[in-house]
């Protein structure tokens, strides 16, 4: 058995795990003292020999074989050899009663190895390039084999314990353990076999990751489910095309998987990958002929895209612009019109988180004026709900409301069904919440929760749950409201989305006050604050969690600091255009109320007066130190 390192431990209770256990036996056999295992407390660290064990797959002899070296080379060092990909020249000196072919890990696996006929050798080196396994169809493609020559091979691998099989989802899949895979490279190397082994893998994973189709219902989620399973495989292959400098395969791989990394909490990683595959791609190089050159900038137009897209969710609004307008420049370039449409409206959404309406209104209406003079009706769908949403959000809902009409209606007659209908549903239902009108906000937002769920889209879900929750909290379900928002709050957490977690943060604590816990409000917010403590953006927002401040002071007994906080957020709100839903209007006026009476009403007045003069900063750090003082706090109700 191996150790589960995702829980803290010592080392008393991971030497109660026989693998581990295994390792310390023999590492104190092996030491010229002769200590005893108890005595290896002072020498070892308890989690490197738990990994290390991990990294062997358990196997008695490899962990054998490893304990030999420990005395001799120290755990952090022997850990260290064994993360390296070929490392069984750490393996190679076990105890002297071991037979000779057992007494190194190489030998061993070399000894099966040899016994292997040539197609059996050869199918089991090429298995070493693939990374958690593969399946028939992946190896058949990689390794250029026939389907009856691959099972035949297969079969006598799994004979001879040199592969595993395993079922998923109803599909066989292969797997080494990766003492067997690190010998399978070692052999891959000396037969002069690796750069072809990882070409064919990365071609193999190239066309994977380019069969993702976000319109193709049909396919789409199946495609999905297929990278799911061979993630760690495209990363390999992405990394082998930017450590040999292919600049093409990897911009193609990086364009085809951003819409995969948005819609997944693989953020910052997907950033990162685009982000060296743009820099590549746009490092000089050698002239091309021209429809290389076009085929290069029509990825590379691609993965600006997911460069603004994922910025943009990340509130690096600052790059999202930048890579937007290179996107843009483009496809102006290239000059496909549907394409220059869809960058038009991806920039205008930029623009709108960026809070410049202005700009945001004017490229959505050239991007819907494109495609009324193609007649690209589709095309209308998005802009139409985005330029809907961009009137949400200056607290325009009536107007706001007819576009996504407009857009949903046009969505049915082109047949459109999946992305663009959840996304318009979604956005009608956000609108809902603001006109109070819950009942059908909660009906057009359950299809499309369901719908982004079954495309394992985690954004689109996590936006959905926290529109039910705000429709939820308005109609008094409160039970029902904390359950969508914590699945939003850890949704977005998980995606690194820290606008929206804020966000959700504050309805979250709203919904606590009018529960009633107010230590679970004080934590939301305080965890709200930190979270805009960076994007300019959030600065709108901000005032938000300083009005739901305000509330939690004064319920915990400073009338006079509430009152001027919540004079500073009222003034603020007023002047920076944003919807203002009916639940927040019940508060704010329930806590008026409340002060007015706490303090008199000429009083109450004056100080919320004086809040007007409040700067954001002076804000924040004056709601910080209330928030964290000793409050009269009842138990909380509910987890953090």
């Known amino acids: 058995d191996l150790a589960d390192l995702s829980q803290p431990a010592i080392l008393d209770d991971l030497r109660q795990v026989p693998s581990v256990a295994l390792f310390l036996e023999r590492a104190s056999g092996a030491a010229d003292s002769g200590a005893d295992a108890a005595d290896l407390k002072l020498l070892v660290d308890g989690r490197l020999v738990a990994d290390i064990c991990i990294r062997l797959d358990g196997l008695p002899l490899a962990i054998e074989l490893a304990a030999a070296q420990a005395r001799r080379m120290g755990t ?147 495609v999905v489910a297929r990278v799911e399973l061979e993630y760690e495989n495209v990363r390999a292959a992405l990394a082998w095309a930017l450590a040999t400098g292919a600049r093409l395969h990897a911009l193609r791989m990086a364009a085809a998987l951003w819409f995969f990394w948005i819609s997944h909490p693989y953020y910052l990683e997907g950033l990162d990958w685009l982000e060296r595959c743009v820099a590549l791609a746009t490092e000089a190089a050698a002239p091309v002929e021209a429809a290389a050159r076009w085929q290069e900038q029509e990825t590379l137009a691609k993965a600006l895209r997911g460069v603004m897209a994922i910025s943009d969710r990340l509130d690096h609004t600052e790059r999202a612009n930048e890579a937007g307008e290179q996107a843009l420049a483009l496809r102006r370039a290239l000059g496909d019109p549907v394409e220059i449409a869809a960058a038009l409206n991806d920039l205008a959404n930029v623009a709108v988180t960026l809070r410049d309406f202005d700009r945001a209104i004017a490229l959505y209406q050239e991007c819907l004026a494109l495609c009324r003079a193609t007649n690209n009706r589709f095309g209308m769908i998005l802009p139409l709900m985005n330029l809907g949403a961009c009137y949400h ?169 509430a009152a001027r906080l919540l004079g500073a957020a009222i003034a603020q709100r007023a002047a920076t255009p944003a919807p203002f839903e009916p639940a927040e209007r019940t508060l704010r006026a329930r806590e008026l109320e409340r002060l007015r009476v706490a303090l008199g009403a000429d009083a109450c007045e004056e100080r919320l007066a004086a809040g007007h003069a409040l700067t954001l900063e002076a804000a924040i750090a004056l709601a910080r130190r209330e928030l964290q003082r000793d409050m009269p706090m009842p138990i909380a109700i509910w987890g953090a």
Request: proline residues 3%; aromatic residues 8%; contains cysteine.
């Open 76 to 222: 952090p060092q022997l850990h260290a050899r064994l993360t390296q990909p070929t490392f069984l020249g750490a393996l190679n000196a076990g105890p002297r009663d071991l037979a000779d072919h057992q007494r190194a890990m190489r030998s061993t696996i070399a000894w099966s190895y040899n016994m292997l006929a040539e197609p059996e050798q050869r199918l089991f080196r090429w298995l070493g390039v693939f990374i958690g396994g593969a399946s028939p169809d992946a190896l058949a493609t990689v390794c250029e084999l026939s389907e009856d020559a691959l099972e035949a091979s297969l079969a006598a691998l799994v004979d001879a314990s040199l592969l595993q099989r395993s079922e998923h989802a109803g599909a066989p899949r292969y797997t080494q353990l990766v003492t067997l895979r690190a010998y399978a490279q070692e052999r891959l190397l000396a037969e002069g076999e690796w750069e072809a082994a990882r070409q064919r893998h990365a071609a193999y994973c190239l066309a994977l990751v380019e069969a993702l189709d976000p319109d193709d219902a049909a396919q789409y989620e199946q």
């Open 393 to 561: 959000e200056m607290n325009r809902p009536q107007e706001a409301l007819t576009l996504a009409e407009e857009s949903l209606a046009l969505s049915y007659e082109k047949g459109e069904i999946d992305w663009a209908r959840a996304l318009t549903w979604a956005t009608i239902g956000d609108m809902c919440v603001a006109l109070d009108d819950t009942e059908r906000a909660i009906a057009v937002t359950e299809p499309s929760y369901r719908l982004f769920a079954h495309k394992r889209d985690t954004f689109g879900v996590a936006v959905c749950a926290l529109t039910l929750g705000r429709a939820e909290w308005r109609q008094g379900a409160l039970e029902q409201a904390h359950a969508h928002l914590d699945e939003a709050a850890r949704l977005f957490d998980a995606l690194g989305n820290l606008g929206w977690l804020a966000r959700t943060r504050y309805v979250r604590a709203s919904v606590a006050l009018e529960h009633g816990d107010l230590a679970a409000a004080r934590r939301d917010l305080m965890a709200a604050l930190d979270n805009l403590a960076g994007p300019a953006h959030g600065k709108d927002r901000a005032w938000w969690i300083i009005e739901r401040a305000a509330t939690l002071i004064a319920l915990c007994g400073a009338p006079e600091i």
